[in-house]
T-cell receptor, first 109, second 115 residues
Framework: GQNIDQPTEMTATEGAIVQINCTYQ??????LFWYQQHAGEAPTFLSY????GLEEKGRFSSFLSRSKGYSYLLLKELQMKDSASYLC??????????FGKGTKLSVIP | KAGVTQTPRYLIKTRGQQVTLSCSPI?????VSWYQQTPGQGLQFLFE???????NKGNFPGRFSGRQFSNSRSEMNVSTLELGDSALYLC??????????????FGEGSRLTVL
């Protein structure tokens, strides 16, 4: 089976940097996704990592270590609009994603 | 380019009733997936369709069913509703026709309340 763990909630200050961790267990690895979901809205794609290392996309970066079953999402220069849930997900066999329960990030002034 | 459209957005049903939810994917996307989202369990996979064929099904009882039409639009049906079926039902479309390595585009969801 598959298992994904993320912290339930985090709070950070506007302008700061926050790291959201995700650990996973899976029998076959086909990459890891991060999605952002604002309250009452649809999840939207942030990143996809299939190789080890850091991938940077503007203020957001995602890191993957396949040997450790570990990923993190790094958000820099936090803005109030970054307050959202961040979902870590891995393909669970073909055609489906297994999601973590999400990390609710609150950005405070 | 229009996004994924789900209807209805909100609905209230009573126990024992059935419900049908509709999803229109992004034009050109032939893969449609359905997920259930609840505060306690998060996002859970229901099923996935491609070219009118169900390719995978999640761990949900037979009361949950779906189908896909030739124009890639999809419907899901829940029969004999239970209180625990109250959730946000999300549809997602994708270009992928092999193992999922691509981005999913989600609709806004249909929020079902069962009384």
């Amino acid at each position: 089976g598959q298992n994904i763990d993320q912290p339930t909630e985090m709070t950070a200050t506007e302008g700061a940097i926050v790291q959201i961790n995700c650990t996973y267990q899976t029998s076959g690895f086909n990459g890891l996704f991060w999605y952002q979901q604002h309250a009452g809205e649809a999840p939207t794609f942030l990143s996809y990592n299939v190789l080890d290392g850091l991938e940077e996309k503007g203020r957001f970066s995602s890191f993957l270590s396949r040997s450790k079953g570990y990923s993190y999402l790094l958000l820099k220069e936090l803005q109030m609009k970054d307050s959202a849930s961040y979902l870590c997900a891995i393909p669970g066999g073909s055609y489906q994603l297994t999601f973590g329960k999400g990390t609710k990030l609150s950005v405070i002034p | 380019k229009a996004g994924v459209t789900q209807t209805p957005r909100y609905l209230i049903k009573t126990r024992g009733q059935q419900v049908t939810l509709s999803c229109s994917p992004i034009s050109g996307h032939r893969s449609v997936s359905w997920y259930q989202q609840t505060p306690g369990q998060g996002l859970q996979f229901l099923f996935e369709y491609f070219s009118e064929t169900q390719r995978n099904k999640g761990n949900f009882p037979g009361r949950f069913s779906g189908r896909q039409f030739s124009n890639s639009r999809s419907e899901m049906n829940v029969s004999t509703l239970e209180l625990g079926d109250s959730a946000l039902y999300l549809c997602a479309s994708s270009l992928e026709y092999r193992a999922l390595t691509g981005e999913l585009f989600f609709g806004e969801g249909s929020r079902l309340t069962v009384l």
